[in-house]
């Protein structure tokens, strides 16, 4: 599969933005090459490249430097994806809805259509349906979450690796919450499929959602895009250094994801007790997704007792998302409802 012919023209003739530190990457000296204030501590431009940080990544991920992109938020990610990749006014992006809805967003940004192909009534994607776009080939990038927010379940990987060997445009596939679940990530897949991207984050298992990390896996030639059209210094030196000292804290996040995830399993068996819950979907992920008898009635008397949940009854009928907390906090919840 040519990758360089599903990129946007004017991407691929681009000249890139050259910053102070593209220009000059020698040993330190003095630096008067890039307007900064010369006192201070945070006076100077972080490292366009994250090098210290994406060393780190590759190595706890065990995948190549060069395979390995640091976004501002998977969300940015998911935006230079459609900027890379979608022609404004006449590019589409498939989706599965329910989902997660920046994907749509981001598509309306970049004014690119929308082709929506829901999931099935067990929330997985109805691969025949999927198919029958295939011939369309302003679908240039397919969306697929797993597992999936708010459903909160993994699609099946056959049908993933099915759609990315069939689909002739990218793949993004958004594992945001796949330290939640016990199935294998794609990350290693992406050496197989030059259309895949893989995306990951540093704000749901290793608790770091105000610092803004995301990561993209993908073959070389796409990481080369998304370092040519993000702004120069897209994660800020604050930031880095917040998911440096998260990763050097090694495996403590595990403890923390093991007790998230048997909180969830009590949880799921204490609301499937109460007599407002019609049914608890199975989850691999840090939050449940329950169906009542009244979400809008049930979501307001929660946040009249300084409790708040998602209510998602617009994306699924009577639903509410309720995200895993600490066991107080979930003792709470099962107090007040
Ligand atoms: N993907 C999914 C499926 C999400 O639910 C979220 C956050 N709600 C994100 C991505 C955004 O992640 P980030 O904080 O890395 O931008």
Known sequence: MDIEKLVRENIRRLTPYSSARDDYKGKPGVFLDANENPYGTLNRYPDPYQQELRSAVARQKGVDKESLFIGNGSDEIIDLTLRIFGNPGTDKVMIFPPTYGMYEVSANINDLGIVRVPLNENFQINVTEAEKHFSDSSIKVMFICSPNNPTGNCMHPENIEY?????????LLDE??????????????????????????FSKAMGLAAARIGMAFADPAIIRYFNKVKPPYNVSGINQKAALSKIAEGISFRDQVKEIIRERERMAGEIRKLPLT????????NFLLVKVTDADMIYEKLVNNDIIVRNRSSVVENCLRITIGTPNENDLLLEAV
């Open 163 to 171: 759609l990315v060997s069939q689909f002739r445009g990218i793949v």
């Open 176 to 201: 945001a919450y796949s330290d939640f679940s016990d199935k294998p990530s794609f990350i290693r897949k992406t050496e197989r499929y030059p259309n895949l991207v893989v995306m990951q984050t």
């Open 278 to 285: 019609r049914k608890v979907f199975p989850s691999d992920a």
